[in-house]
């Protein structure tokens, strides 16, 4: 069946960065878009950032320019979120979506969780 | 920069009440570019609408959405227990490409 698996859980210093993945299956990769949720406890949904598996071309939250980085390795069906100069702010459960050209994000992972803490 | 508002923030219903959900844009917006999610503790948002008005795969026709322009409505027509949840409108746009409403509760009466 179609999913997307992430990497587990990290506990990070302020000032480090993470990166976390996203592993597809059951589907082509490269046929649909990912994009980045960050959730925090008890908070709404953020959306960080989108990318083209396919062209590698990405687009990113004005919030969260230079912080983040999207790419993927196709060879594996992963793509990756890679967020840098941690603050304890960031403290969020990370998710991939699927995005639709419909568009709406059919498909979720199953959340990582960050904690930046000293 | 494009907002969403949603209304109420919170919802008591009992089951088997209808419940109506609002989401109002910052500015007009195409309906093809409005989705409703639900999230459950603990759990991934899962898509319920997409395009204002349309039902994703699976999702039970009491679902049903509708809305032009700024506003925007999602409604249960009678509530299942299993409905108790968040839930989130989101816009697709330019800049953001995404945005997400601040989510209302719809609890237990």
């Known amino acids: 069946q179609e999913q997307l698996v992430q990497s587990g859980a990290e506990v990070k210093k302020p000032g480090a960065s993470v990166k976390v993945s996203c592993r597809a299956s059951g589907y082509t990769f490269t046929s649909y878009d990912i994009n980045w949720v960050r959730q925090a406890t008890g908070q709404g949904l953020e959306w960080m950032g989108w990318?083209?598996?396919?062209?590698?071309?990405?687009d990113y939250a004005q919030k969260f320019q230079g912080r983040v980085t999207l790419t993927r390795n196709t060879s594996i069906s992963t793509a990756y979120m890679e967020l840098s100069s941690l603050i304890s702010e960031d403290t969020a459960v990370y998710y991939c979506?699927?995005?639709?050209?419909?568009?709406?994000?059919?498909?979720w992972g199953q959340g990582t969780l960050v904690t930046v803490s000293s | 920069e494009f907002v969403l508002t949603q209304s109420p923030r919170t919802l008591s219903l009992s089951p088997g009440e209808r419940a109506t959900l609002s989401c109002r844009a910052s500015q007009s917006i195409s309906s093809t570019f409005i989705a409703w999610y639900q999230q459950k503790p603990g759990q991934a948002p899962r898509v319920l609408i997409y395009?204002?008005?349309n039902r994703a795969t699976g999702i039970p026709n009491r679902f049903s959405g509708s809305g032009s322009g700024t506003n925007f409505t999602l409604t249960i027509s009678r509530l299942e227990p299993e409905d108790f949840a968040v839930y989130y409108c989101q816009q697709f746009g330019s800049s953001p490409l995404y945005t997400f409403g601040q989510g209302t509760k719809l609890e237990i009466k």
């Open positions: 990318m083209n598996p396919n062209s590698g071309d990405t």
């Open positions: 395009g204002a008005s």
């Open positions: 979506a699927r995005g639709r050209w419909e568009p709406n994000f059919d498909l």
